[in-house]
């Protein structure tokens, strides 16, 4: 049996509920209704061909109302653990993100349920908030941090990529969302990547890579593509 395999000295990692995740531009609070729902619906209605739903199991929604029933439902959840996403500028809840399939005993943690608004897609913002959720988990002692997401859905399967989750298979016709069929995509983070990944963010994130206009000089992709995991056979045995 390989050395890599044994494990000492694990303790059980913590739960996410109630955490708040402070950044430079962005905030992580858990998802409050009364204090999130009216920003989250109005940055979402930006998006009007409700692209953003497409492969999410729910919405999308046409009224307030609607919506605040869902994430009443959302926020009463331990698992998933529901975040707000708020933009630090102007203190406006811009999208949602959550930690779900939390195994504690393991050190397993999914981050999911993404739903960013068209004020928080492709942002600087956007990027640190899953870095702040990333660096939680593994500081937290999480040994594997997970992204799944349907295997039809291009964008996701390259945002994985671009944030360091390496792919790792398809499990082939896994659920049935909104009448289609969900083969589901597997990508995953462990934790001796960690510290590499950190550095890659940080390199990115810094005010220095970034133009006037607010784009950046280097990509996150061009630094995290070289840690992307290859397995071979060898792996399993």
Same mark, same amino acid.
């Given at each position: 049996m390989k050395k890599d395999f044994i494990v000492q000295d694990f303790n059980a990692s913590p739960h996410p509920r109630g955490v708040v995740l402070n950044g430079i531009t962005v905030r992580l609070e858990p998802l409050n209704v009364e204090k999130h729902s009216e920003d989250l619906f109005q940055s979402n209605s930006l998006d009007v061909e409700g692209e953003n739903w497409a492969y999410l199991?729910?919405?999308?929604?046409?009224?307030?109302?609607?919506?605040?029933?869902?994430?009443?439902?959302a926020a009463s959840k331990q698992d998933p653990t529901f975040f707000s996403i708020v933009?630090?500028?102007d203190d406006k809840a811009v999208g949602l993100a959550s930690f779900l399939r939390i195994n504690q005993t393991d050190g397993s943690i999914e981050?999911?349920?993404?739903?960013?608004?068209?004020? *928080?897609?492709?942002?600087? +913002? &956007?990027?640190?908030?899953?870095?702040?959720?990333?660096?939680?988990?593994?500081? /937290?002692?999480?040994?594997?941090?997970?992204?799944?997401?349907?295997?039809?859905?291009?964008?996701?399967?390259?945002?994985?990529?671009? *944030?360091?989750?390496?792919? +790792? &298979?398809v499990f082939?016709?896994?659920?049935?969302?909104?009448?289609?069929?969900? /083969?589901?995509?597997?990508?995953?983070?462990?934790?001796?990547?960690?510290?590499?990944?950190?550095a890659c963010y940080e390199t990115y994130?810094?005010?220095?890579?970034?133009?006037?206009?607010?784009?950046?000089?280097?990509?996150?992709?061009?630094?995290?593509?070289?840690?992307l995991y290859r397995h071979d056979d060898n792996d399993f045995s």
């Open positions: 199991p729910y919405g999308p929604f046409d009224t307030l109302k609607s919506y605040q029933i869902w994430l009443e439902e933009r630090k500028r981050v999911g349920h993404i739903n960013y608004s068209p004020l *928080l897609q492709r942002t600087r +913002e &956007g990027t640190e908030a899953m870095f702040l959720m990333m660096e939680w988990a593994f500081e /937290n002692g999480y040994r594997r941090y997970e992204w799944k997401c349907n295997a039809l859905n291009k964008k996701s399967r390259y945002a994985a990529q671009r *944030l360091g989750f390496s792919y +790792e &298979g082939r016709q896994m659920a049935i969302i909104k009448g289609r069929n969900r /083969n589901t995509a597997w990508f995953a983070s462990i934790d001796k990547e960690w510290k590499s990944l950190k994130l810094t005010d220095d890579n970034f133009k006037a206009d607010g784009t950046p000089k280097l990509s996150l992709s061009e630094l995290t593509k070289p840690l």
